[in-house]
């Protein structure tokens, strides 16, 4: 499975971002995959941001981006989207998707992931 994500870029603290990643070289849909959104910023550890379940609807979220970031997915696109909302400065970062098959409880987990996208970079000025 190849990841493709896209829609970084440098905003303003408040501004919005749609963040895209595109899944391929599937035999299928992404329908039974359970799609999440890292990010790591400079000199820092990745770090899990979102995901949306596998087969479902549910979404988990880190708490800092609760209520600002929604995650969403088109199993008939193959594509899970990140839209994020009000963003800080503390957002910058690179922002990773990744895909697992099926589901794992240590979803916010990196080694949870076998398939990652290279990378898209949010830039967020103050």
């Known amino acids: 499975v190849q990841l493709q994500a896209s829609g970084g870029g440098l905003v303003q603290a408040g501004d919005s971002l749609r963040l895209s990643c595109a899944a391929s070289g599937l035999t299928d849909s992404i329908y039974y995959m359970s799609m999440a959104w890292f990010r790591q910023a400079p000199g820092k550890e990745r770090e899990f941001v979102a995901v949306i379940r596998a087969s479902s609807s549910s979404k988990y979220y880190r708490d800092s981006v609760k209520g600002r970031f929604t995650i969403s997915r088109d199993n008939a696109k193959n594509t899970v989207t990140l839209q994020m909302n009000s963003l800080k400065p503390d957002d910058t970062a690179v922002y990773f998707c990744?895909?697992?098959?099926?589901?794992?409880?240590?979803?916010?987990?990196?080694?949870?992931?076998?398939?990652w996208g290279q990378g898209t970079l949010v830039t967020v000025s103050s």
């Open positions: 990744a895909a697992r098959w099926y589901w794992s409880v240590a979803y916010s987990s990196s080694s949870s992931y076998n398939n």
